[in-house]
């Protein structure tokens, strides 16, 4: 899983986003297909995908290995791949049509963004790898091949592509990204210009900078979050997060992941921003793990506002009043320095 893209002129991306704006229409990318995670340790890695959250290994290939959710009804959501550091690898973004997919490629191309078509994951069609601003890989594709369990792994209901897990926190889908980048605002004008991606919330600081902005591609409230990064890196990750079907599965993790040694870093808490309800642990190849719950809050209306949080109002910390931890404007992956 290889490419190598070359950016172009970027300087017509880098802008803020108007009140007013002509945008890609929504819906030519269906949703995010599945990401992949570097580690070092992937034998460890893939434990605890399997183990803590109830993942289930659906093929391995040289260095990856390829895990699914029990609600994934694609081939994966998540590749594991050995590097020497943790971080995060390609992002693969499933078009609605293969009109849409050519569209958004033509849409990126003439943003000045180069691109290649790729083949090398199995039970999806050709992708084509590109990378956003700062760096970060991603794919769009629109060929896949939908699950069919084993026997073992038969659901109790034709709607459902695979039975639940009876051990781990059984988490339900692939949620969210949370990239740090260098430049919130150019990275996430390109997303939102050429890929149809819709800003619904933003942490703007009193210098005028952006610090962070959320997307959907959905009617979810997010899909792919841009995070300034701290140390001025490029292509790092903040976090990955998982959905649970309730709060209670979120308290739960966070006592399985006291008998089990996985890292809390902080929480269970709600977020002020988006009002998630959230528990960030630590894989053990050092990659920030969110378990989420959205509750059941969508973005209905077509013209959603941009919300924007003040610097004043992100110094209050979450929801409920925990403050904000250091390592969470600190820790990225891969580390730095
Ligand atoms: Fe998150």
């Known amino acids: 899983?290889?490419?190598?893209?070359v950016p172009g002129n970027l300087t017509t991306l880098?802008?803020?986003?108007?009140?007013?704006?002509?945008?890609?229409?929504?819906?030519?990318i269906a949703h995010i297909g599945h990401a992949q995670l570097f580690t070092p340790c992937p034998e460890d890695t893939v434990a605890f995908f399997t183990g803590f959250l109830g993942l289930t290994v659906n093929g391995r290939d040289g260095d990856h290995t390829y895990l699914r959710t029990w609600d994934d009804y694609e081939h994966h959501s998540i590749v594991v791949t050995r590097r020497d550091e943790?971080?995060?690898?390609?992002?693969?973004?499933?078009?609605?049509?293969?009109?849409?997919?050519?569209r958004r490629?033509?849409?990126?191309?003439?943003?000045?963004?180069?691109?290649?078509?790729?083949?090398?994951e199995p039970g999806v069609g050709p992708l084509w790898v590109t990378t956003d601003p700062d760096g970060h890989e991603l794919a769009l594709y629109h060929e896949t091949t939908w699950y069919?369990?084993?026997?073992?792994?038969?659901?109790?209901?034709?709607?459902?592509?695979?039975?639940?897990?009876?051990?781990?926190?059984?988490?339900?889908?692939?949620?969210?990204?949370?990239?740090?980048?260098?430049?919130?605002?150019?990275?996430t004008g390109f997303v939102i210009d050429t890929l149809g991606a819709?800003?619904?919330?933003?942490?703007?600081?009193?210098?005028?900078?952006?610090?962070?902005?959320?997307?959907?591609?959905t009617q979810k409230s997010y899909d792919l979050v841009y995070t300034e990064d701290w140390t001025g890196s490029r292509g790092r990750l903040h976090h990955l997060a998982f959905a649970t079907d309730?709060?209670?599965?979120?308290?739960?993790?966070?006592?399985?992941?006291?008998?089990?040694?996985?890292?809390?870093?902080?929480?269970?808490?709600?977020?002020?921003?988006?009002?998630?309800?959230?528990?960030?642990?630590?894989?053990?190849?050092?990659?920030?793990?969110?378990?989420?719950?959205?509750?059941?809050?969508?973005?209905?209306?077509?013209?959603?506002p941009l919300i924007t949080w003040t610097e004043t109002e992100r110094k209050k910390g979450q929801a409920w009043g925990l403050q904000t931890i250091e390592s969470f404007h600190t820790h990225g992956t891969p580390p730095v320095g």
């Open 1 to 5: 899983m290889t490419a190598t893209p």
């Open 14 to 28: 880098k802008r803020m986003v108007a009140d007013t704006p002509t945008r890609p229409p929504l819906g030519d």
């Open 86 to 102: 943790p971080g995060i690898g390609r992002t693969a973004l499933r078009a609605s049509s293969s009109e849409a997919l050519e």
């Open 105 to 120: 490629i033509q849409a990126v191309r003439d943003a000045g963004l180069a691109g290649e078509w790729v083949e090398d």
């Open 148 to 187: 069919e369990a084993p026997a073992e792994l038969a659901p109790g209901l034709k709607n459902q592509p695979q039975a639940k897990p009876g051990h781990g926190v059984g988490v339900r889908r692939l949620d969210h990204i949370n990239y740090l980048a260098a430049d919130v605002a150019e990275s």
């Open 198 to 217: 819709r800003p619904t919330e933003q942490i703007r600081l009193d210098g005028g900078r952006i610090a962070a902005r959320w997307q959907t591609f």
């Open 246 to 304: 309730t709060r209670e599965d979120i308290l739960r993790a966070a006592d399985l992941a006291l008998d089990t040694g996985v890292f809390i870093e902080t929480g269970p808490h709600k977020h002020a921003i988006q009002q998630t309800f959230f528990l960030y642990v630590y894989e053990p190849g050092g990659n920030r793990i969110e378990l989420c719950n959205p509750l059941t809050r969508l973005v209905l209306a077509p013209e959603w």
